[in-house]
Each structure stands twice: as C-alpha cells, then as structure tokens.
Nanobody, 111 residues
Framework: QVQLVESGGGLVQPGGSLRLSCVAS????????MGWYRQVPGKEREFVAI???????TYADSLKGRFTISRDNAKNTLYLQMNSLKPEDTAVYYC?????WGQGTQVTVSS
C-alpha cells in the first residue's frame, strides 16, 4: 500500500522560502514519476511540478524560477523548494505518485 506524507508547510511572509517534503512508503518511489500539486478552496487542484525517476523535471510555467523539485531515492523523499513566495502561492500542497495522493500540507503566505 502506497502512503505519502507531506510536511514542511506553514506561515511565511511574502518573499520568504519554504521547503516541503513528501516521504513515501513502499518500494515504488525510485521507479516512479513523482509530483506536487496545490489547491485553493473552491478551485481545482493545480499542477506545480513533476520529476521523473531519471530526474527530468517539468514545472508550471508561472512557477518556473521560483520553485524547485528534487528527490532523494535513497530516502524515498520528494522535495519542493519554494522561494520568493507570494500571497497567491497560498494553498494546500499535495504530493502525488504511485497513483496516490498525500494528505496535503498548508502553505500560507501573508504578512
């Protein structure tokens, strides 16, 4: 059974940074594409970034240059480094992989 557990969310001021982590259980992690999505209440879940098992990355156009996805296959962990955060980045951030979703971690950007 695949389980994904996100952490690292919180309250940050505009211009600040956060790093999200997603720890995956099971042996699927290193052989799968993993990704991050985000959702604001009342809106559809939005693509943020993905990383293939070989390390190729794709980002939402609006987030290029501020967000960086990475992974540590030895630790079964996916990361999302978020810099220069803006109030519009406020959302619940979800990890996805192995046809499973994590429970999400809240990111709030506010002064």
């Amino acid at each position: 059974q695949v389980q994904l557990v996100e952490s690292g969310g919180g309250l940050v001021q505009p211009g600040g940074s956060l790093r999200l982590s997603c720890v995956a259980s099971g042996s699927f992690f290193s052989s799968n594409t993993m990704g991050w999505y985000r959702q604001v209440p009342g809106k559809e879940r939005e693509f943020v970034a993905i990383m293939t098992r070989l390390g190729a990355t794709t980002y939402a156009d609006s987030l290029k240059g501020r967000f960086t996805i990475s992974r540590d296959n030895a630790k079964n962990t996916l990361y999302l480094q978020m810099n220069s955060l803006k109030p519009e980045d406020t959302a619940v951030y979800y990890c996805f992989g192995g046809n499973s979703w994590g429970q999400g971690t809240q990111v709030t950007v506010s002064s």
